[in-house]
């Protein structure tokens, strides 16, 4: 019995009948073939959700991120501050 080396995808788990399977018949080898977009689209078809709706919870999910600011950022921020306020002290008592 021989082993399958190949990576299970851990999206379809490799049933077949996902497009990026190899063993589908529909299976689109290269670059603009079949993708990792063509399990999420099989997986929301076989859990009941339309076609293609993991791209629109995924665009809903963009737009509520917080945004980050990192310490760098943040430090930089306070020292243009003091830059500023320090320029705006020094024109008032000339």
């Not at 299976?27 to 078809?45: A, K, P, Q, T, W």
Request: overall charge positive.
């Amino acid at each position: 019995m021989k082993k399958d080396k190949g990576i299970k995808c851990e999206i379809c788990m490799d049933d077949g009948l996902c497009l990026n399977n190899e063993k589908n018949p529909n299976y689109e080898s290269g670059l603009f073939g079949s993708d990792i977009y063509d399990c999420c689209d099989y997986l929301n078809v076989k859990e009941g959700k339309p076609k293609g709706s993991w791209m629109m919870e995924w665009g809903k999910r963009l737009k509520e991120k917080v945004s980050y600011e990192s310490d760098f950022v943040k430090w930089s921020n306070k020292v243009k501050r003091n830059l500023l306020s320090n320029r705006k002290s020094n024109s008032i008592t000339k």
